[in-house]
Nanobody, 124 residues
Framework: QVQLVESGGGLVQAGGSLRLSCAAS????????VGWFRQAPGWEREFVAA????????YYRDSVRGRFTISRDNLKNTVYLRMNSLKPEDTAVYYC?????????????????WGQGTEVTVSS
């Protein structure tokens, strides 16, 4: 069993930056792929970025590539999402999720463990 806790959200002006953290419990977290997803009011949850268990491969949705960076520190059982050049359309609740099967998936259904989310609001 893995428990995930996100932090680092908040209110920021357009063009600003935030770093989200996803802290995990459980000794096996370092063997799981991890993804970040987001959900804006009235919209479905969507993929943002993901990283393999080793951190060797990362992938992003097109609209955040070049602005967001996902990374992990397996010694700290933590995955990060650095978000630069934030835009109002990045406003959402951001969730981290873990995939024990390391499927390198962008699909919500592929991820077994989820955090409670952290809210990000970008003002124009």
């Amino acid at each position: 069993q893995v428990q995930l806790v996100e932090s680092g959200g908040g209110l920021v002006q357009a063009g600003g930056s935030l770093r989200l953290s996803c802290a995990a419990s459980g000794r096996t977290f370092s063997t799981y792929a991890v993804g970040w997803f987001r959900q804006a009011p009235g919209w479905e949850r969507e993929f943002v970025a993901a990283i393999t268990y080793s951190g060797g491969i990362t992938y992003y949705r097109d609209s955040v590539r070049g602005r967001f960076t996902i990374s992990r520190d397996n010694l700290k059982n933590t995955v990060y999402l650095r978000m630069n050049s934030l835009k109002p359309e990045d406003t959402a609740v951001y969730y981290c999720a873990a995939d024990p099967l390391n499927g390198e998936s962008r699909q919500v259904s592929a991820y077994k463990y989820w955090g409670q989310g952290t809210e990000v609001t970008v003002s124009s």
